[in-house]
C-alpha cells in the first residue's frame, strides 16, 4: 500500500518534472513499488522554501511576491528515507543540505522541442 | 555560530561578504560620491593582455575562428540599395570550451580563485557563464557552485534554462535552482558565507579583462584576412561586460571601429515577474538586462562593476524575438553553421546594419554559442506555442512580447531599430542624480559621470538642464 504522503509526493514530482523535464513519474512508481523507503547514496532532488511570500524582497512584483522562494537542488541521500520526508544530501561540491525529498533519480530530457513548420521554408532559395 | 538568515540580515551584510569573496577592497578606489578610479581598479588586476592570452591559452580559450558570411552578405546585398552592403564576419566564440565568449570572462576569475588560495568558485547566473565557470573550476581543480533561476511557481523551467544547468551539471559544478526572483542574489551571498568560495561575478575586473583578448583577436584577424581594420563590431548586449571587454581590446589594438550594441527588444515584459518568466523566448542578450545595465552599471553583485557599456557604445541596434529566429534558421541554411540565440542576436544586428553600409566595408559579429536540446530556437518556439503565445509569419513588427512571435516571410523584413542614445545617456544621468542631487556633484564626480557616457562637460552641463 502507498501511503498518502507517497502517493501526493508523486503528484508533485509529476508536477515538477514539466519544468526539469525530468522524467521522474514512472521513476519514483517503480521505486516506491519496489521497497518502501529510498537507499542512502541514491542520487535525489531535495526542495526547500527559502523565503516565504511575507519574507521576500521588497521590490519583487505582485504576482511573484504571491508565491515562496523556493530552491531545489540534488544530491546523494545521506540516509534511508521516505519519499516526501525530510533529508539530507550531499551535493556535487560536498555541501550537505537538508529538505524535502521530491525526486528520486533526476535526470534531464529536454529536446529540440515539436516540429515548428515556420521554420522550414525559411532558406529555401528565395533569398539569393 | 549560526546567523541570521533573513533577507534583511544578508543584505545588510553584503559589503562584508563581498570583501571576504574576492579579497578586492572597492574602497580604494573612491574619488567621490559617484565617482572613482576606474582605469586604476582595471590595472590593479596585475595582467597584461599577454598574460590573459597565456592563461586563457591553458584552459582552451581563445584563438577561435573567423569566418566570412559571404552567402549571408550576398543575400543582405540582394534587398539593399545599389553599392550597399557591408562584408559580414562572424567569431565563431562557441570553440571556446564550454561553447561561448564566457569561458574568457570565467577562465581569469578560475585563475585568480586559484592564486587567492580559495578551495572553490561560485557565480550566480541564468545562463552560459554558469557553464564556463564550470568548465574553467573543472580544469583548475576547484570546486563549483551554479547559482540558477530555473523555474517559475508551477515548477517549469525554459527549456534553455534547464539545458544551461545541465551543462554545468556535465562539467562537475553544484547547480542551485531557483524560482523566480531577484532574492537570487541572497541566496549567492548566504552560499558565499557558508562556503568561503570565491564569487567568480561577472563583474568583476578580472571578468571584463578576461573578454579584452576576444576585443584585440579580432581586430588582428580581420587586419590579417581584409589587410584593414573592420568599420563596426556588432555586440550582443545583456549586462555589458562583452561589450565593455571587446571594445577596449579593440583600442588595445588601435581600432577606432563603431561599437555597436544589439539586444533582443523585450519591452513590456518584466524580469522579476513569476507570469511573464516563461512568456519570453530569450533568456539573455535583451533590453531586459540591456537597458538597465547601460544606464546603472551598479546595479550589481559587486560594489563597482567593472562592465560599463556606456562608456564605449557608440550604437544600439534593437531586434525582436521573431527577426533572430528567422536568421537563426537562414544562418543554418545559407552557412552551414548551427549556433544558439545570444550571437545570432548579433547576426539580426548586422543584418539590419549591413544594409546601410558600403559594400566595401566590414562588420564583425564577435561572438557565437553552442546550441542544442533546449537552447535552439525550434524548442523555443515548441516551448512558447505551449505556453500560449502564437507563432506565425508575417511582418516581425506586428509581435507583441509576451502574446506573439512573428518569424518573417522574407530578409527584407529584418530591419531591426535604433534605440535612442541620447534617451539612454539622460536615464543615465536621472540614475546618478538619484545617489546625489546634481548640484552636489564634485569635480570628479562630474568628469566620472560624463565619462561613464562617453561625453564631456559641456555635453553634461546641458544635458543636466534637458532632465
Not at chain 2, 104 to 123: D, E, F, T, W
Request: contains cysteine; hydrophobic residues 40%; proline residues 3%.
Amino acid at each position: 500500500m502507498l501511503s498518502e504522503a507517497v502517493i501526493a509526493i508523486v503528484i508533485a514530482s509529476s508536477a515538477s518534472c514539466r519544468g526539469h523535464g525530468y522524467l521522474c513519474l514512472a521513476d519514483l512508481w517503480l521505486e516506491v513499488a519496489e521497497m518502501s523507503k529510498v537507499p542512502a547514496g541514491t542520487w535525489v532532488e531535495i526542495e526547500k522554501i527559502l523565503l516565504t511570500p511575507e519574507q521576500r524582497a521588497p521590490q519583487v512584483p505582485e504576482d511573484t511576491r504571491a508565491t515562496p522562494y523556493i530552491m531545489k537542488v540534488a544530491g546523494f541521500l545521506a540516509a534511508d528515507s521516505d519519499p516526501g520526508s525530510e533529508v539530507e544530501i550531499t551535493t556535487l561540491s560536498g555541501r550537505k543540505v537538508s529538505g524535502t525529498l521530491k525526486v528520486v533519480r533526476p535526470h534531464y530530457e529536454h529536446s529540440f522541442g515539436e516540429t515548428v513548420e515556420e521554420l522550414l521554408h525559411i532558406g529555401l532559395g528565395g533569398e539569393l | 555560530m549560526s546567523r541570521d538568515t533573513s533577507y534583511q540580515a544578508v543584505m545588510a551584510r553584503r559589503n562584508e561578504i563581498m570583501k571576504t569573496s574576492m579579497g578586492l577592497d572597492y574602497e580604494v578606489y573612491r574619488q567621490g560620491e559617484l565617482a572613482f578610479d576606474y582605469e586604476r581598479m582595471m590595472s590593479d588586476c596585475g595582467f597584461t593582455l599577454d598574460d590573459i592570452i597565456r592563461i586563457q591559452a591553458e584552459t582552451k580559450v581563445g584563438n577561435t575562428p573567423m569566418f566570412e558570411l559571404h552567402n549571408l552578405t550576398r543575400a543582405v546585398r540582394k534587398i539593399s540599395a545599389p553599392g550597399k552592403g557591408a562584408r559580414i564576419f562572424l567569431k565563431d566564440e562557441a570553440a571556446n570550451a564550454s561553447g561561448s565568449f564566457k569561458a574568457r570572462r570565467a577562465s581569469i576569475s578560475a585563475y585568480v580563485a586559484v592564486q587567492k588560495g580559495y578551495k572553490g568558485v561560485i557565480a550566480a547566473t541564468s545562463g552560459n557563464y554558469g557553464a564556463a565557470v564550470a568548465s574553467q573550476a573543472a580544469q583548475r581543480g576547484l570546486r563549483c557552485i551554479i547559482v540558477q533561476e530555473v523555474f517559475d511557481s508551477h515548477g517549469i523551467g525554459q527549456p534553455e534554462i534547464v539545458e544551461k544547468g545541465r551543462k554545468c551539471e556535465a562539467f562537475g559544478a553544484e547547480v542551485i535552482k531557483l524560482s523566480v526572483g531577484p532574492e537570487l542574489f541572497y541566496y549567492l551571498l548566504l552560499t558565499l558565507e557558508e562556503t568561503g568560495y570565491f564569487n567568480a561575478s561577472l563583474y568583476t575586473p578580472f571578468g571584463i579583462k578576461g573578454v579584452e583578448s576576444l576585443g584585440n583577436e579580432l581586430v588582428l584577424q580581420i587586419r590579417n584576412i581584409a589587410g584593414k581594420d573592420p568599420d563596426a563590431v556588432v555586440v550582443t548586449h545583456a549586462g555589458g561586460g562583452n561589450l565593455t571587454g571587446t571594445a577596449r581590446g579593440m583600442l588595445a589594438a588601435g581600432c577606432q571601429a563603431q561599437v555597436v550594441a544589439c539586444s533582443v527588444d523585450l519591452s513590456g515584459l518584466h524580469m522579476a515577474s513569476d507570469r511573464d518568466f516563461n512568456r519570453k523566448s530569450f533568456t539573455t542578450g535583451h533590453t531586459g538586462f540591456g537597458v538597465p545595465f547601460a544606464t546603472w552599471p551598479d546595479r550589481v553583485d559587486v560594489p563597482r562593476n567593472a562592465a560599463r557599456s556606456m562608456r564605449y557604445m557608440d550604437d544600439y541596434i534593437l531586434v525582436n524575438q521573431g527577426e533572430v529566429f528567422y536568421i537563426t534558421e537562414l544562418l543554418a541554411k545559407l552557412e552551414g553553421i548551427e549556433r544558439g540565440p545570444a550571437g545570432n542576436t548579433s547576426v539580426t544586428g548586422a543584418v539590419a546594419l549591413a544594409r546601410e553600409m558600403n559594400e566595401d566595408q566590414i562588420i564583425v559579429v564577435q561572438e557565437t554559442e553552442y546550441t542544442g536540446a533546449g537552447k535552439h530556437h525550434n524548442s523555443q518556439l515548441a516551448f512558447a506555442r505551449k505556453m500560449g503565445i502564437e507563432v506565425r509569419r508575417g511582418n516581425p513588427e506586428d509581435g507583441v512580447n509576451g502574446k506573439s512571435i512573428v518569424i518573417p516571410e522574407h530578409l527584407s523584413q529584418v530591419k531591426g531599430r535604433r534605440q535612442d542614445m541620447e534617451k539612454l545617456r539622460h536615464s543615465y544621468l536621472k540614475n546618478a542624480a538619484k545617489q546625489l542631487a546634481p548640484d552636489r556633484w564634485s569635480a570628479a564626480d562630474r568628469s566620472f559621470v560624463a565619462a561613464d557616457v562617453k561625453k564631456d562637460l559641456k555635453w553634461l552641463d546641458s544635458a543636466l538642464k534637458e532632465i
